[in-house]
């Protein structure tokens, strides 16, 4: 559907996510990639998307009850769930282990991550597929010595099945990723020769970067053909499995915000929007500096423009998506179309601040759209739900 048809359909602020975007998206990744790649797709970059991203990828990584909760609602298929997090609740984890005999796999991030899933498989006489997630120098994942410790076990009901591993996002740097594979490449080699096991897996999370800004530059091409060569440069009878959300996500998604005043004075040309930085996490506060992909509603020519301060609706001074962008014409009325907005814009913003209205969600494929959440009270949230006397 057209930005005009949607823009004629719902009502500012709200975020519209293109299926046939996502699965053009989700093609062009696994065709840059070894043919023998599989996607897990990190449902925590956008829950909307995921009734249609399950079934081009091979797996949905879950970091929170609350995401299962949503694939529990959407039937998504318990094979393809990989369940991970750095905090895993007991009573959480217990209702996961007794109730689905099917779910995928399971993450294990510290050695009391490894005793909760060791102790509740064996209350409920189960076996469980488990990924060890290794640390990369910050909060998350087990050190050597603790995945070392686990593999002297060899616990009859974990079902070891390999490794994740993830540093960082927006990785663009070909030496870091060439480390990580070595180093990865290395220690896969002497445990499987220490301990005569074998590791079938290994979960990469490639933090693959996104563009969202006309003054940044990536050549992404270049960029899956390196991680293709290095891909190929682990033992051939490994599964690679390639975690992404961003990259998945971002190009599906667009937002729409209304201006609804101007103003000028000394310190330049103000547009307020309905929408804010909370609603755009990555353009707000330090970002404003650059110019995101947008376009405008109604289209305006490049000539005679002004320069504009593009402003949110939070009563804080931090509330600028963009400084001084040129504008012909600028009028209220106008719709500013950000685009790249599929990922985590949606649920990473301050969105509670103020008690402003949640923007609208609406889903577009092939020209068929549909409303899949309405403009939503906040203030319902931030209300305290006592009676003073």
């Known amino acids: 559907m057209s930005y005009e048809e949607l823009i004629k359909k719902y009502e500012t602020p709200f975020y519209a996510f293109d299926f046939q975007v996502l699965r053009e998206r989700i093609d062009y990744i696994k065709n840059s990639l070894p043919q023998n790649t599989a996607l897990c797709y990190a449902v925590k970059a956008n829950t909307f998307i995921i009734s249609e991203a399950q079934k081009h990828v091979e797996r949905l990584e879950v970091c929170s009850e609350g995401e299962f909760e949503v694939c529990e609602a959407l039937g998504v298929d318990m094979e393809k769930i990989v369940l991970s997090g750095v905090y895993k609740t007991p009573n959480f984890i217990r209702r996961v282990i007794e109730q689905y005999d099917n779910l995928g796999i399971y993450t294990v991030e510290s050695i009391s991550q490894y ?104 050549d992404e091409e270049e960029y899956f053909e390196i991680l293709s060569q290095l891909l190929s440069s682990l033992p051939t009878d490994i599964k690679i499995t390639l975690e992404m959300g961003r990259s998945i996500a971002a190009s599906c998604g667009t937002y729409y915000s209304k201006v609804v005043d101007k103003k000028s004075n000394k310190a330049g040309n103000f547009a307020i929007i309905d929408g804010g930085m909370n609603h755009l996490v990555y353009f707000g506060q330090s970002m404003a500096m650059k110019h995101p992909y947008f376009e405008m509603y109604p289209h305006r020519a490049d000539d005679n423009a002004e320069l504009w301060n593009i402003c949110g609706s939070l009563c804080t001074v931090n509330d600028i998506l963009v400084k001084s962008l040129p504008v012909t014409n600028l009028d209220t009325g106008d719709i500013l179309i950000f685009k790249n907005t599929g990922a985590y814009c949606m649920c990473e913003g301050i969105s509670l601040f103020l008690s402003r209205e949640l923007p609208a969600v609406v889903i577009d494929d092939n020209g068929n759209s549909q409303l899949v959440r309405n403009h939503f009270k906040t203030s319902q949230l931030n209300k305290p739900n006592f009676n003073l006397k």
Do not use: M, W
Request: some cysteine; overall charge neutral; hydrophobic content about 30%.
């Open 115 to 218: 005793e909760l899933l060791k102790n509740l498989a064996k209350e409920f006489d189960k076996k469980i597929n488990v990924l060890v997630r290794l640390n990369s120098k910050n909060q998350f994942g087990v050190t050597e010595e603790d995945f070392r410790q686990i593999l002297e076990e060899k616990n009859e009901r974990i079902s070891l099945k390999g490794i994740q591993y993830f540093s960082t996002t927006q990785k663009s740097s070909f030496k870091k990723l060439k480390r990580e594979f070595d180093y990865l490449s290395q220690l896969i080699n002497r445990i499987e020769e220490e301990y005569s096991i074998k590791i079938h897996e290994l979960e990469y999370g490639t933090g693959s970067p996104v563009c969202y800004f006309k003054e940044e530059s990536f």
